[in-house]
């Protein structure tokens, strides 16, 4: 069984920075790509950033030059750091990977974390 566990989030002025992390747990064979998702109230789940595990990179046209997405392979962690945050940023962000395991057949499938809310304040 695999978990994705995200932490980070919380309440911060408009302008300030958080730091998301996730860590992926249980048997894992290989991550291939990570990334973050954000669900605001009453609107649809969107792509915020995803890297590969190569490190390749891509943003949401709403966050580039402010979010970057990194990753520790070694640690099974990928970070989201968040600057110059805007209000329209508040959301529940949820941590998302591509992970192959072995339960007596290799399988790869995409994993989701539980969320973890950002609210930026005006």
């Known amino acids: 069984q695999v978990h994705l566990v995200e932490s980070g989030g919380g309440l911060v002025q408009a302008g300030g920075s958080l730091r998301l992390s996730c860590v992926a747990s249980?048997?894992?064979?290989?991550?291939?790509?990570m990334g973050w998702h954000r669900q605001a109230p009453g609107k649809e789940r969107e792509l915020v950033a995803r890297?590969?595990?190569?490190?390749?990179?891509n943003y949401a046209d709403s966050v580039k030059g402010r979010f970057t997405i990194s990753r520790d392979n070694a640690k099974n962690t990928v970070y989201l750091q968040m600057n110059s945050l805007k209000p329209e940023d508040t959301a529940a962000y949820y941590c998302?990977?591509?992970?192959?395991?072995?339960?007596?057949?290799?399988?790869?499938?995409?994993?989701w974390g539980k969320g973890t809310l950002v609210t930026v304040s005006s």
């Open positions: 998302n990977a591509e992970i192959k395991t072995f339960f007596n057949v290799f399988t790869t499938v995409g994993y």
């Open positions: 249980g048997s894992i064979v290989r991550i291939n790509d």
């Open positions: 890297i590969s595990s190569g490190g390749d990179t």
